[in-house]
């Protein structure tokens, strides 16, 4: 067995108890936690263990690994082009150059820049919601930059059935039966005992599919057992085309058509009311909140508070980079719980503690993955970051490693990033990945991509 330990960290364990060490560590097994607890304690493992390698944290902070419920990272090649736009106005100007030419080479550049992004942030899971399928062949590309990048990962196989008389383009628009049969493969191709990635269905959006579409892909979802993540009411807009394409509004289209009956994530929900929230809880739909995206876009803000009170998992995410800039799941926190202040004028409103939550443990009861990840507990996958503060001068000085990293966390204090207990961060330096390669060919391909514009 490989055995590996951490000690004379600050470990923020994010059980249920909350429990907290200041000098503390842990230790893994085959990519499981066998011991965490007070440094005291993971030495006397230690030496009851063959250990391999003891890395002295000292000074720096053990958190679970940061889980991005939801995130495009074909859009990596888009930074900043999407800036000062409108919903509406954004993914036309924005997205459809790149998604209706995408080819294998932008893809892998993409996701690579990507994935090194999110582990050199501390994130070890996301959901990656993948929607441009202008030609076949996309999503083994994607599926196997994701294994090489060694992140867990949900592979969400998103898609479109119409939209050509609303000037969505005609490369995007799929049968569904096309989609259904090529998740299948997927999910097969995922299976491996040793796959850190799982295959869902991701339709685009209310108003990407029409009602016939909406009910085979809920009875999909249950004949295959097949998770659904979608994007759902992030404007006002989505109801008003409800009532004009379907005549009622999308909560009753969403119900009678049993999209709420596919173990459904739904995405960002910024104009949920008390009608949503209640057919929400009724139905166990888990909601991925996006904060960052959701300002950018000036979408507005999703009414977080009645999420939780209702019972709600409500993870964390930053959304593509076309409407967000970075993957950076550190930046995610601290906006989250600043946005929710404002908007209520209540500094109580979201808490440190409560979004460092809602990117790990609560994500990981979103994901449905509460079982394996998202908390530092015996038997569960080793997935983790260490950040050091001493390495990020807006860090410093720090009293609480909750507050200091959701309000002064920075990139360079992520020291270490592990997954199933490999380290794919050491010391700041990407170990699957060369640095310097993958920004270089990351570069290319964004350039190639402005030419479409």
């Not at 304690?41 to 250990?51: D, G, N």
């Not at 888009?78 to 106005?89: E, H, N, R, V, Y």
């Not at 008389?165 to 569904?176: A, N, Q, T, V, Y």
């Not at 410093?396 to 592990?418: K, N």
Request: glycine letters at 8%; aromatic letters at 8%; a negative charge.
């Amino acid at each position: 067995m490989r055995s590996r330990a951490v000690i004379n960290a600050w470990t923020t364990t994010v059980n249920e108890r909350g429990d907290r060490f200041e000098d503390g560590g842990m230790v893994w097994e085959d990519g499981r936690i066998v011991a965490v607890g007070p440094t005291r304690e993971i030495k006397a493992e230690i030496e009851a263990r063959k250990i391999e390698e003891v890395l002295d944290a000292r000074g720096a902070f053990l958190f679970p690994g940061l889980i991005n419920t939801h995130a495009h990272f074909f859009q990596h090649l888009l930074k900043g082009i999407g800036a000062d736009k409108p919903l509406s106005a954004w993914w036309h100007a924005t997205v459809s150059p790149l998604a209706r030419n995408m080819t294998e080479e932008l893809l892998a550049a993409a996701v690579d820049g990507a994935a090194l992004e999110s582990i050199s942030t501390g994130a070890t899971t996301v959901v990656d919601y993948m929607y441009a399928h202008p030609r076949p062949g996309l999503s083994d590309v994607e599926i196997e930059r994701l294994e090489r990048s060694g992140l867990r990962a949900v592979y969400a196989r998103g898609f479109r059935t119409t939209g050509a008389d609303r000037g969505f383009p005609k490369e995007l628009i799929e049968e569904s039966g096309k989609v259904f049969a090529e998740i299948d493969g997927l999910k097969a191709a995922c299976a491996r005992e040793d796959s850190r990635l799982s295959a869902w269905i991701a339709p685009a959006a209310l108003w990407a599919l029409d009602e016939r579409s909406l009910k085979e892909t809920a009875e999909y979802c249950r004949s295959a057992r097949t998770r659904c993540t979608m994007h759902i009411l992030e404007t006002s807009d989505e109801d008003a085309f409800s009532l004009k394409a379907f005549g009622k509004r999308a909560i009753e289209v969403f119900e009678e058509t049993g999209m709420l009956d596919t173990s459904l994530l739904a995405v960002h929900c910024v104009k949920a009311g008390e009608r949503e929230i209640e057919a929400f809880r009724n139905h166990g739909v888990a909601v991925s909140y996006n904060p960052v995206s959701n300002m950018y876009l000036g979408s507005g803000v999703a009414p977080l508070g009645r999420f939780l009170e209702a019972g709600i998992a409500v993870g964390l995410g930053t959304d593509g980079a076309a409407s967000n800039n970075t993957c950076s799941m550190i930046e995610s926190i601290k906006t989250g719980a600043l946005l929710q202040k404002a908007a209520s004028e209540d500094p109580a409103a979201a808490s440190a503690r409560s979004m460092i939550r809602a990117a790990t443990a609560d994500a990981a009861r979103a994901l449905g993955m509460e079982r394996e990840i998202g908390s530092l507990e015996i038997g569960k996958k080793a997935d983790f970051f260490i950040y050091d503060p001493f390495e990020d001068d807006v860090s410093m000085p720090f009293h609480d490693p909750e507050a200091t990293l959701a309000y002064s966390g920075g990139t360079r204090g992520v020291r270490y990033t592990a997954v199933d207990g490999e380290y794919l961060l050491y010391d700041g330096n990407p170990v699957r990945a060369d640095r310097r390669e993958t920004m270089e060919r990351l570069q290319k391909a964004a350039e190639e991509a402005r030419k479409l514009y």
